[in-house]
Nanobody
Framework: QVQLVESGGGLVQTGGSLRLSCAASGRTFSSYPMGWYRQRPGLEREFVARISASGGVRTYADSVKGRFTISRDNAKSTAYLQMNNLKPDDTAIYYC?????????????WGQGTQVTVSS
């Protein structure tokens, strides 16, 4: 059974930074892509960033490009989301996710989420 545990959320002022972590257990972490998603108040969950199994390919939503960086440490079975120049619009619950199958592009296993609040 795969488990994902996010950490690192909190309250930060506009322009500040946070680094989120996602610790995975229960499978061979290095075989699967990892994704970060968020759910802003009153909105549906949305894609933030994705990283391939090897870490060589990274994809970002336009809204975070140039400010957020996704990375992974396969030796630690952990993925990260470095968030810089945060804006109030980044306030959301952030989730990490993995696909059930290594060949799938559907991210359908989720962590519990971590709250990020950016004050103006």
């Amino acid at each position: 059974q795969v488990q994902l545990v996010e950490s690192g959320g909190g309250l930060v002022q506009t322009g500040g930074s946070l680094r989120l972590s996602c610790a995975a257990s229960g499978r061979t972490f290095s075989s699967y892509p990892m994704g970060w998603y968020r759910q802003r108040p009153g909105l549906e969950r949305e894609f933030v960033a994705r990283i391939s199994a090897s870490g060589g390919v990274r994809t970002y939503a336009d809204s975070v490009k140039g400010r957020f960086t996704i990375s992974r440490d396969n030796a630690k079975s952990t993925a990260y989301l470095q968030m810089n120049n945060l804006k109030p619009d980044d306030t959301a619950i952030y989730y990490c996710a993995v696909p059930k199958y290594s060949y799938s592009n559907i991210f359908d296993i989720w962590g519990q989420g971590t709250q990020v609040t950016v004050s103006s």
